[in-house]
Structure formats: C-alpha cells, structure tokens
C-alpha cells in the first residue's frame, strides 16, 4: 500500500470493473483500496447515471426549493423522521454538533413493487403536486445509482477479500435513500450563530455515498494527516466514499469518510448551493457485527453488535431526525 498523501481524489473508471479484463479488473480494486486507505474518496467515471439525468434531476430540485415556505412544509411529516419528504432548516445537526446545519432537503427513499414482501418496510414516498415530474425522474436516478453502488460494493468486497457477492442480497431493496440539499443564500453572515456551517464535519451513516458534482465548491474532506483538503467531482463523474456501516462491518479498516460543507467566502454568501448524495443503505436486518477476518488481537473489536436497522435509528436521534417519545 502507498503512504502516498493526495491533494485531489484519484479518478477510476469503473469499466474496467464491469466489463474489462480480469487484469483490469484486480487493478480497480486495489485502486479503490489504496484510494480509501489514503484520501477516502474516489471519482468514478463509466458509471450509469449520465450528466444529461442528473441535470434533469437538479433543474426539478431548484423549482422545488423555490417554492415558498408554506408550500414546502405541506410534504414535511416529523413522524418519517426526515427519511421521506421534506425537512425544513434548523432540523439536523451533525453527531456531536449543538448548532443546526444551514440547510434544508428532500429525502426519496427505496421503490418497491406493489405485491412484493419488502413493500410494508418502507413508508411511501412524498411527491409534491407542483412539481409532477420529479416522481419519475428521480425514480430513475435513484435506479441508476444503486446500480452503480451494487457495483462499487462488489469492487469492495473484492478488496477485503469476502465473495464478489457478499453485498448483493444486503442492498437488494435495501433503505437507501437519494437527498437532494439546498444549501440556501447566506443573507446576514454577521448574525449567524457561532459554528453554524452548512455541513458540519461528519461521518456518513450508511455503506457508501455516491454523490454526483454539486452547483458550488464547499466540500472538504479530512485528510489522514489533518489536513482539510477540497473536493469537487467534474462533470460525469461520482464521487464515492466510504460510510459509517461499512466501517463497523470492517472494524475501520475501510475507515468512514470525515467531510464537512464548508460556508462560501463573502463575494458568494448570496449564492444557493446545491447537491444530491445517493446513500447506499442496506436492508435493516442486515448484521454489523465486525466481520472476523477484521478481528485480531492487535485490533480488537472497536464496536458492538448491531443490525443496521438498530445503527440507523441510533443515529438518527443523534441528529435530532427522530425525536424521543
Ligand atoms: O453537500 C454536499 O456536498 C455533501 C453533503 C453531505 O455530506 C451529506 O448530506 O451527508
Ligand atoms: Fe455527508
């Protein structure tokens, strides 16, 4: 393994997974490895979401999010916990974080065919009236990047040395959730509550996230040695990293991902920002527990046994998503 310190995230094709030769194919994997044991994202291009959907996609989410106040909170329901529809600014703050994010979103979850036994897992889907089409597209984006995310896990599992297929059944109408984030203009930087940034530094929660360009610079991830390094994905690519699941399953040896969104400089504050993470969930059921090929006297187990259903709930209270009855 290289100690080799990136200052911008490797970019990796991922046809080279999906349809190259069996030499291509090893050398993704270690690339994904070495990608996640240094800077812990990575660029994937060759994927199946085009620039052309997730345009589409962003275009609806800005007429969505300029509708007013009023209009917005009509698909708002605290009872989802965030997980569905939309949640208002002021809402979820980052684990460990008191001030709130400064930012407002949209959450889709998973598409399960009427008659099918996941069906009553999942609560429906909020759409809003005035925007008719972002049923549709979104339920095709959200398609394309769990196709995506199958992949890059199959990749992963390869790279820990499980079988290829090892997630395939755990993601399979899995809890995966595609959110669209605005980010909105900041009027008054002088009357901000001391620490109130758009994204806090955080861990995400799920596997993996897959997060197509978003319309402004601000992401920052924390690098091994401290420092906090930009990322932004180009056009036609997916930024990729590793999630909170997957470094408990893994005992940190894939390690979580500590980014944050950072606030604009002056000259920009008026400016929106937005952005559209795809959170690769499995189903609830599946088990946590440290795998034993991560386990050893020199690593103990670093967390308790857990099903991701148990994990999520956990830390959904921690952001203050679910409120305690
Ligand atoms: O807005 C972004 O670029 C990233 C958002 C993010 O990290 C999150 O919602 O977990
Ligand atoms: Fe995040």
Redesign the pocket.
């Known amino acids: 393994m290289s100690n080799k310190l990136y200052n911008e995230i490797p970019s990796l094709d991922l046809r080279n997974f999906t349809t190259g030769s069996a030499a291509d194919k090893k050398q993704f994997v270690n690339d994904l490895g070495n990608a996640y044991n240094t800077i812990g994202f990575v660029a994937i291009k060759g994927h199946y979401l085009s620039d052309e959907l997730s345009q589409k996609l962003y275009q609806i989410v800005e007429r969505f999010f300029k509708l007013s106040t009023e209009q917005k909170k009509q698909y708002e329901n605290p009872e989802l916990a965030g997980q569905r529809g939309y949640t208002s600014t002021g809402r979820e703050q980052a684990k460990g974080h008191s001030v709130p994010d400064l930012k407002e979103f949209y959450q889709i979850g998973q598409f399960v065919p009427e008659e099918h036994p996941m069906k009553p897992e999942y609560p429906d889907n909020l759409w809003p009236a005035e925007i008719p089409e972002m049923a549709e597209v979104a339920k095709e984006v959200y398609q394309k990047l769990e196709k995506t995310g199958v992949e890059m896990l199959r990749a992963i599992a390869l790279y820990l040395e499980l079988p290829e297929d090892f997630f395939d059944k755990k993601v399979e109408y899995g809890n995966s959730i595609l959110r669209a984030i605005h980010y909105p203009p900041i009027e008054n930087p002088d009357a901000l509550p001391d620490g109130a940034v758009r994204?806090a530094q955080?861990g995400?929660i799920n596997l993996i996230?897959l997060l197509m360009g978003a319309s402004a610079d601000g992401l920052q991830v924390l690098r091994r040695d401290g420092e906090w390094i930009p990322i932004t994905a180009l056009p036609n690519q997916l930024v990729v990293n590793v999630g909170d699941m997957l470094a408990r399953l893994t005992n940190d040896k894939l390690k979580s991902t500590i980014?944050r969104v950072v606030n604009p400089p002056k000259e920009q504050m008026k400016n929106s920002r937005f952005s559209i993470?795809f959170f690769m969930h499995p189903i609830s059921q599946m088990d946590l527990t440290c795998l034993d090929s991560c386990v050893d006297d020199e690593n103990p187990k670093h967390y308790k046994d857990m099903t991701a259903g148990e994990f999520l709930q956990e830390r959904l209270a921690e952001i203050g998503l679910l409120k305690k009855k």
Request: hydrophobic share 15%.
């Open positions: 994204a955080h995400d996230t980014h993470p």
